[in-house]
């Protein structure tokens, strides 16, 4: 039986790729902060350990608990957007959206590659298009597009490290869709941004190098 882990499964994509790995027969493992959701992803099958990203402690308990697995998939997908407005940042502002996106990341990939090598497996980040250097065209959300930046740039260096051992590292645009981020006029649903990236992944064949896609498999540049 293939298995997958979803770090950051409470809701949105991330609770959704757990419940459609779920339904074609994958043993999911799962994360979520609060016991609510927990509870939820455990209802739905799914093999479930707290975790709160940020806290380093946790992140090293992971890495315990899931000492020995074999991971065919493992996902990343915990993240936060931040202010809505540009220009001076807080710093509280600027450590929630860098500790998230980007410290918890240079934290868990290292656990969660070796897993992955082990059976030549994809380990995938949820990016976004709005963290491309070369494809930007405009300067809003920059501190949000700072910290996917630096995740595009953490992703990079998990795959020269663990790519020759097997694990083939993408970033993913999941698509503009219908989160609490994304808003209600988003152009995606989860459902087909979720199914999107999982038959991406699962065409891929295995490299060596890191790969920025859009959900649907198409090529980002960094």
């Not at 994509?13 to 790995?21: K, N, T």
């Not at 959701?37 to 090293?60: F, I, P, Q, R, S």
């Not at 998990?158 to 988003?186: K, L, N, S, Y």
Request: include cysteine.
């Amino acid at each position: 039986m293939a298995t997958a882990l979803i770090i950051g499964a409470s809701r949105g994509i991330g609770h959704e790729l757990v419940r459609q790995y779920l339904a074609d027969g994958w043993r999911v493992i799962a994360t979520a902060r609060k016991p609510e959701d927990t509870n939820a992803l455990h209802a739905m099958g799914a093999e479930v350990h707290t975790l709160d990203v940020n806290n380093v402690e946790a992140v090293a308990g992971l890495g315990w608990k899931l000492d020995g697995e074999e991971l065919d998939v493992a996902f990343l997908n915990a993240g936060v957007y931040g202010p809505r407005h540009d220009g001076f940042p807080m710093q509280t502002d600027f450590d929630a959206v860098m500790h998230t996106n980007v410290l918890a990341a240079m934290r868990l990939l290292p656990i969660l590659a070796p897993l992955v090598c082990a059976v030549k497996g994809k380990l995938a980040v949820l990016s976004s298009r709005m963290g491309s250097l070369s494809e930007r065209n405009n300067p809003s959300g920059s501190l949000y597009r700072a910290s996917k930046a630096a995740l595009n740039s953490v992703l990079i260096d998990t795959a020269h490290t663990f790519g020759p051992q097997g694990a083939t590292c993408v970033a993913f645009h999941p698509g503009w869709v219908r989160t609490d981020m994304g808003g209600a006029e988003a152009d995606l649903s989860v459902q087909q941004s979720a199914a999107g990236m999982r038959a991406t992944l699962a065409a891929l064949p295995a490299t060596t190098s890191a790969l920025y896609l859009n959900y649907d498999g198409k090529t980002i540049g960094w």
